[in-house]
Nanobody
Framework: VQLQASGGGLVQAGGSLRLSCTAS????????IAWYRQAPGKQRELVAR???????DYEDSVKGRFAISRDNAKNTVYLDVNSLKPEDAAVYYC?????????????WGQGTLVTVSS
């Protein structure tokens, strides 16, 4: 499985972006796609997760502002990031959970940078 993340950029506080994660390869086994982010000097954290059964989870600080969705025809999962705050600035990574319970079976995309100006 290969994951291609895109859509990051520079945006003013209060602005919005749409991040995209397109999967290719043997995608049939993907159990869930998640978005993580990592700001400088901080640990990578889970932002949002969408399972193949349409279960959605969000990190508390982004609830009501971020929305995860997918287009199955395009093998793409989106993360709409709205009402951006300076603390949302980070590299955003998409992650494919293959559902085996072992992280070694899972895949990371290359990351897309979101910069928020105050």
């Amino acid at each position: 499985v290969q994951l291609q993340a895109s859509g990051g950029g520079l945006v003013q506080a209060g602005g919005s972006l749409r991040l995209s994660c397109t999967a290719s390869g043997d995608t049939a086994g993907i159990h869930a796609i998640a978005w993580y982010r990592q700001a400088p000097g901080k640990q990578r954290e889970l932002v949002a997760r969408l399972s193949s059964g349409d279960m959605v989870d969000y990190e508390d600080s982004v609830k009501g502002r971020f929305a995860i969705s997918r287009d199955n025809a395009k093998n793409t999962v989106y993360l709409d990031v709205n009402s951006l705050k300076p603390e949302d600035a980070a590299v955003y990574y998409c992650y494919a959970d293959m559902g085996t319970g072992w992280a070694g079976d899972d895949y990371w995309g290359q990351g897309t940078l979101v910069t928020v100006s105050s």
